[in-house]
């Protein structure tokens, strides 16, 4: 089996350990950056306390080379940059390839409408299978968690128990198959997690001010966010309510997520995750003082294929978000982006972005038909 990865960050560095040690898969990587990488990859297994090394045939940034003959191609790229990094490429894909996503949230579905012509088939993971760190770019990263179960969707969604085993023979983690991809797409991890975080710490940074040392992003995490993290949540699952015609049940809240029920519970069970510790908020040095690093992917991914994403369907079933409006409205006056014009949610920013209203779809049966 041909097996392209394309991205090298931490989760794509796993996923070449992981197939390139098992027999009968030949790997490659597309990376924009190929004269970092080897031939071998390493892995440490924090969990398992083991090592383990993978092999990777192909390292190149070339697409030409490897993506024509791939059987499956795993993409872990930041959601805003796969339209430019993959999809830009992806006509180059044979008929019946696999394309998985890792996440498959940020809209790329709507990217993949050639793909499918074609008889591709796309799928998508709800959160990445691994929390994991480089060690050593191109060269070993650190294992630090492993899912013990993935929630996987497929288009179309009667594929998706063949791209369930598919994941279970490839990456020996069991999974869970999903019943359409929008569960995927309104999954509530980094487009709520992430967005409601940065709103609590940074809302009231003003220019020319900041932090005398960085903020962690987890460990000092406080009730403001958790508060917001709640709200949010809750209006995506008012959204899921609202489209009744399918099942969404496969979005679960953060509330059961996380098993926390309060503010301050959520605020206790975040703080506690191991593999969260010692990951620093996006901040830069500035004139001595620590400020938001605005141009970080947190705030270039997170807000626009996120939270923007979520705020589209929201609008087509007609429902109010005002904690989701207040961040992104946040957002547009900090990134002087425009989401919002005469108070509606239509502004310049929105028109190149991967949302379903530039995609065709206007009305809730829309949906339904798009994505059963």
């Given at each position: 089996m041909q097996i392209c990865v394309v991205g090298g960050g931490n989760i794509g560095t796993v996923l070449l350990g992981a197939l390139g040690r098992q027999k009968g898969s030949v790997v490659s990587l597309l990376t924009s950056r190929p004269g970092?990488?080897?031939?071998?990859v390493y892995v440490e297994d924090t969990e398992k306390c083991t090592t383990y090394m993978g092999k990777v045939r192909m390292v190149t940034d070339n697409p030409e080379?490897?993506?024509?003959?791939?059987?499956v191609v795993f993409v872990t790229l930041p959601s805003n940059v796969v339209a430019r990094k993959f999809c830009a490429y992806a006509h180059l894909l044979k008929p019946g390839a696999a394309v998985g996503f890792i996440p498959g949230t940020g809209g790329v579905e709507f990217y993949c409408q050639s793909l499918l012509e074609k008889g591709c088939k796309v799928f998508g993971?709800?959160?990445?299978?691994?929390?994991?760190?480089?060690?050593?770019?191109?060269?070993?990263?650190?294992?630090?968690?492993?899912?013990?179960?993935?929630?996987?969707?497929?288009?179309?969604?009667?594929?998706t128990p063949k791209g369930c085993a598919l994941l279970e023979e490839l990456l020996k983690i069991p999974c869970k198959g999903l019943a359409n991809y929008l569960t995927v797409t309104l999954t509530?991890?980094?487009?709520?997690?992430?967005?409601a975080r940065l709103y609590g710490l940074f809302h009231a940074y003003q220019a020319g001010k900041g932090w005398e040392a960085p903020i962690g992003f987890y460990d000092q995490w406080d009730n403001f966010s958790s508060q917001i993290l709640l709200q949010c949540d809750q209006e995506l699952q008012n959204i899921c309510k609202a489209f009744d015609g399918m099942d969404l049940s496969g979005v679960v809240p953060l509330r059961k997520h996380y098993e926390a029920d309060s503010v301050q519970a959520m605020t206790d069970k975040i703080k506690s995750i191991q593999s969260f510790q010692g990951i620093q908020a996006p901040m830069i040095l500035h004139d001595g003082k620590w400020i938001p690093d605005l141009d970080s992917r947190y705030f270039e991914e997170d807000f626009p294929y996120g939270l923007r994403i979520l705020k589209s369907f929201a609008l087509l079933a007609r429902l109010q978000t005002?904690?989701?409006?207040?961040?992104?409205?946040?957002?547009?006056?900090?990134?002087?982006v425009a989401f919002?014009?005469?108070?509606q949610f239509t502004g310049e920013g929105l028109k190149h972005l991967p949302l379903p209203q530039n995609n065709g779809i206007s009305t809730k049966k829309d949906v339904y038909a798009f994505y059963c």
């Open positions: 970092a990488w080897g031939h071998t080379k490897i993506l024509p003959e791939a059987d993971l709800q959160r990445v299978p691994y929390i994991a760190r480089v060690k050593e770019y191109g060269k070993s990263v650190a294992c630090l968690s492993t899912k013990p179960q993935l929630q996987v969707a497929a288009i179309p969604s009667d594929w509530p991890s980094n487009p709520v997690l992430h967005t005002p904690c989701m409006d207040k961040l992104l409205l946040w957002y547009q006056a900090l990134k002087r919002f014009k005469n108070g």
